[in-house]
């Protein structure tokens, strides 16, 4: 089946940077777009960043343009959020996200994955 493992959260002080991790597996993850999300408390999720397939267009949220990266590593069938220039205004709880088409077909998240950005 589908899954989506995220990694790399934690408590960072303002302004250093964090890494997370998403493990996909269960579907041909070099095929599809994949996408982070966060949610932060009292707030509704929102997205942060996209990466096509072949890793070649990103997208970014305004609130993090110029300090998060998305890259992709298809042959760990694994996509990265890398965050630079950590605010308090980040803390949130991250996802990572893949709509699948075909036999698969479906909209999957993983279980997520704590941020949170304090002195």
């Known amino acids: 089946q589908v899954q989506l493992v995220e990694s790399g959260g934690g408590l960072v002080q303002p302004g250093g940077s964090l890494r997370l991790s998403c493990a996909a597996s269960g579907f041909t993850f070099y095929n599809y777009a994949m996408y982070w999300y966060r949610q932060a408390p009292g707030k509704e999720r929102e997205l942060v960043a996209t990466?096509?397939?072949?890793?070649?267009?990103?997208t970014y949220a305004d609130s993090v343009k110029g300090r998060f990266t998305i890259p992709r590593d298809n042959a760990k069938n694994t996509v990265y959020l890398q965050m630079n220039s950590l605010k308090p205004e980040d803390t949130a709880v991250y996802y990572c996200?893949?709509?699948?088409?075909?036999?698969?077909?479906?909209?999957?998240w993983g279980q997520g994955t704590q941020v949170t950005v304090s002195s």
């Open positions: 990466i096509t397939s072949a890793g070649d267009t990103t």
């Open positions: 996200n893949a709509r699948i088409g075909g036999i698969m077909r479906g909209n999957y």
